[in-house]
């Protein structure tokens, strides 16, 4: 969809206050993808986004949409070809929902805007898939932050554009509108469109990508699949750091630990997980078989055993034993005495 060469993306071209962010820059978009923007902070991301969307003009260099030169493509054509959402505050003034979604019809229905039945069903669907159908009748003022951002996604989808770019779309919402967006914006990839979007969720990228794309000031962008770049050891150096490092097993973070105790762990999984929960957020290091805790019994450097069954928990060491009816009892345990 793009290809890019050696492109340079900055601000106020051909002025005295041109700022170059990134030079040299040549990468390429594959349709039907669902590519993720990641980095850390001011290296450069929304305004790679700006750019590829035609909001502002590369530096230097060559951008190509469908093997056409962006700077050949007029405004209106590229907003049926591209949507875009950005994380700037929306100011709708009296617009209701509905009325908000719809101007996404605007490419096809032109100055007057007047929506055909089609233009109806199309916008409807948008609020539909996006969960926002109940709200359309509302004022876009009266709604959260959260709520807005699917507003903007829901504008988006009505426009139909077979490439939809997003500047951390799920940045104000929860949890569980997170994971709503992020499936949605997957699904639509099985049915042809082209998604990138920036995001700081490593986990939910490591998920969901098909692609990623590392941007750095130094580096420029570094791409690959989640697993290329897990593997590769990119993920941990580019997002940890002296106190955490990047798990390849689980794909998390987590603190480095700061104790050199050895403990084990026999548990059924889902239990065992949860223990090890517990012991790293009490910076209790895990490797390997072993499990290592601080001031067990008195001794840094005791080995012990944690066993769980039928919901009891026992600790275990050379110094003795100790028994706990639950995670919550165990929990409090380490936090008084393994902190």
């Not at 973070?253 to 790293?280: D, G, V």
Request: charged share 25%.
């Amino acid at each position: 969809m793009f290809s890019a060469y050696n492109l340079s993306i900055g601000y106020n071209k051909g002025t005295s206050r041109e700022k170059i962010l990134h030079e040299g820059l040549s990468f390429s978009l594959e349709k039907g993808t669902l590519t993720c923007l990641t980095g850390p902070n001011g290296a450069g991301k929304s305004t790679l986004l700006r750019t590829l969307s035609g909001n502002q003009s590369p530096l230097k260099g060559r951008l190509e949409f469908n093997g056409k030169d962006m700077s050949a493509i007029s405004g209106k054509e590229l907003a049926k070809e591209i949507g875009l959402v950005l994380t700037d505050r929306t100011f709708a003034g009296g617009l209701t929902v509905k009325e908000l979604v719809s101007l996404g019809r605007y490419p096809y229905t032109g100055f007057w805007g007047k929506l055909d039945d089609s233009d109806e069903r199309t916008v409807h669907l948008a609020m539909e898939r996006t969960g926002i159908l109940d709200k359309a009748s509302r004022y876009v003022s009266e709604l959260s932050d959260g709520e807005r951002q699917k507003v903007m996604i829901a504008k988006a989808l009505a426009q139909e554009c077979p490439v939809i770019i997003l500047d951390e779309p799920t940045a104000f919402l929860d949890i569980t509108s997170k994971m709503d967006i992020m499936y949605l914006l997957h699904e639509m990839t099985s049915a042809g469109k082209t998604v990138l979007l920036s995001t700081h969720d490593i986990d939910q990228v490591l998920q969901l990508a098909d692609r990623i794309w590392i941007m750095e000031k130094d580096r420029g962008i570094t791409s690959g699949t989640p697993e290329e770049l897990a593997l590769n050891g990119d993920i941990d150096r580019v997002f940890g750091n002296g106190t955490s490092s990047f798990d390849i097993c689980s794909g998390r973070f987590f603190k480095q630990p700061k104790s050199s105790a050895r403990f084990s762990i026999e548990a059924e999984e889902e239990t065992k997980h949860w223990i090890e929960n517990i012991l790293r957020r009490y910076d209790i290091g895990i490797c390997g078989e072993y499990r290592s805790v601080p001031g067990i019994h008195g001794s840094s450097d005791a080995d012990a055993c944690i066993k769980a069954k039928n919901g009891e928990i026992r600790l275990e060491s050379t110094k003795g034993s100790i028994s706990f009816p639950g995670l919550r009892e165990f929990s409090e345990y380490i936090r008084k005495n393994c902190n």
